[in-house]
């Protein structure tokens, strides 16, 4: 059985370096070690506000990387100007609000359908392949397709932030939470069914995975605070091997096991 894959995203290294000021700890670093401990992209969010990610990150990586690069980036002028520079492998289009946490939801493709449809079109020069993040609903998945990206990273946050706990045995969710797994489903499939790949994340952890990794459609998963957070007690390489155990016992367990 094919593994899904794991892109690691290390912009909370960044966030610990940036806190401080100083030169450690690397995310250049974090990644390498992802790497050898079997993540098969590293993903980083280039923001506006150079919050966590810097350029220069960035740039290093794009040298260092041996897997596939992934940049999460707003569909801005800045940004493009950054893609086309440095060609990573994956561009993920991303909404971006300067007061938000974290990425809070899906990009309204339906909303801004002819202005994404231009900035895709200059972005396809980059050579990267294209991924749009969004929320897994039919229209939204409908309108990725329509513009020609090859890949749609499904929102998890819905899922990961209803509450309930998971049987230990069966990995099974509660009654909340598998509402929201069905949704992730059905986009998934939705999504497959429309020719596109299939990605999925955004708050995923080693408790919650499980559920998501079982449904077959998702071809690849990029989880980053968590694995962050859990490397801090275990190293950088032992969280990323757990992550990628979890994966595999979510999709050995089967969806109609759940
Ligand atoms: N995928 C996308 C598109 C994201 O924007 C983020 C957060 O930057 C992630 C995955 C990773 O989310 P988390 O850090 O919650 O695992």
């Excluded at 894959?5 to 290294?13: A, C, E, R, S, T």
């Excluded at 998890?156 to 069905?182: I, K, Q, V």
Aim: charged letters at 30%; glycine letters at 8%.
């Amino acid at each position: 059985m094919l593994r899904p894959k794991l892109g690691v995203n290390v912009d909370h290294v960044a966030t610990v370096r940036e806190a401080r000021g100083t030169s450690y700890p690397d995310p250049i670093h974090a990644a390498a070690l992802a790497e050898s401990a079997g993540a098969d992209q590293i993903t980083v969010h280039l923001r506006e506000d150079r919050r966590h990610i810097q350029e220069r990150d960035v740039r290093l990586l794009r040298e260092t990387v041996e897997t596939r690069l992934n940049l999460e980036m707003g569909a801005t002028e800045e940004m493009l100007e950054i893609a086309l520079e440095l060609e990573p492998d994956m561009v993920t289009v991303v909404p971006e609000r300067r007061d938000e946490q974290t990425t809070e939801g899906g990009l309204d493709v339906v909303g801004q359908l002819d202005a994404l449809d231009g900035y895709l079109d200059r972005l396809r020069q980059s050579g990267a392949h294209l991924s749009l993040f969004i929320d897994p609903d039919r229209e939204q998945i409908e309108a990725s397709a329509e513009l020609g990206v090859e890949l749609v990273e499904l929102h998890t946050g819905d899922y990961c932030e209803a509450a309930g706990p998971f049987d230990n045995r069966t990995h099974s969710p509660d009654d909340d939470r598998r509402e929201e797994l069905e949704r992730l489903r059905t986009g998934a499939e939705r999504a497959a069914d429309a020719g596109l790949h299939v990605a999925a994340g955004h708050g995923l952890n080693i408790n919650n995975i499980r559920p998501v990794a079982a449904i077959p459609e998702f071809e690849e998963f990029n989880i980053g605070h968590s694995i962050v957070s859990r490397s801090v007690l275990v190293g950088f390489e032992e969280a990323v091997e757990e992550m990628i155990d979890a994966l595999m016992e979510g999709r050995e367990h089967g969806f109609d096991n759940l």
